[in-house]
């Protein structure tokens, strides 16, 4: 449930700030007009379409499966977050925040086929509650964290970047490749 966890505090720490920060990091760019922060959302939402597209073929490539391809996306969500922060120009800053998007769609089109193989039939609907919980509640703290944080600088987002790629190493020790296998 840690996973799910980290994920829940990691995306909305990140994305219900990304607004705010498109805009401040665009004053230091010289473009920070409402139309340029709205349409880059445009273009980085519109890019996340392909990733759960591409999420879903990943899940039955052989031997890399649902583990390796939640593992890859939630890590390399957590890198593009990171790597955001190097952005020296909006447009930089663009396209760092489309491969982040790009990347959490992959690892939400994972998540939610990996999920409900993990548990047993009979503890499915329950599994699945427990996670999602888990989901929702540090959802819920995502606010609060960035309360205590400085929104002028980049604390929320390394924080979620750390977050994602804590999620992507914890997913590599999970017992269990369901790819290919009956469920009990």
């Known amino acids: 449930m840690l996973i799910w966890a980290f994920i829940g505090l990691g995306f909305p720490l990140y994305n219900a700030f990304l607004p705010y ?59 593009f977050l990171f790597a955001s922060t190097t952005a020296l120009t909006s447009n930089a800053l663009l396209g760092w925040n489309c491969a982040y998007n790009f990347m959490s769609n992959v690892m939400y089109a994972v998540l939610y086929a990996y999920t409900p193989e993990i548990f047993p039939t009979k503890d499915r609907g329950t599994g699945n509650a427990l996670t999602a919980t888990a989901n929702r509640i540090f959802g819920i703290m995502a606010p609060i964290v960035a309360i205590y944080a400085n929104l002028k600088t980049a604390a929320p987002v390394y924080v979620s970047g750390a977050l994602f790629i804590a999620a992507g190493l914890l997913v590599v020790v999970l017992p269990f490749e369901p790819r290919g296998k009956a469920s009990l």
């Open 21 to 79: 920060i498109q805009e401040n990091r665009g004053l230091k760019f010289g473009d920070s007009s409402t139309y340029i922060v709205y349409r880059n959302q445009l273009i980085i939402a519109v890019l996340g379409i392909p990733g759960a597209l591409i999420g879903g073929v990943l899940v039955e490539v052989p031997r890399f499966g649902r583990k390796g391809a939640l593992a890859v996306s939630t890590a390399l969500t957590g890198v």
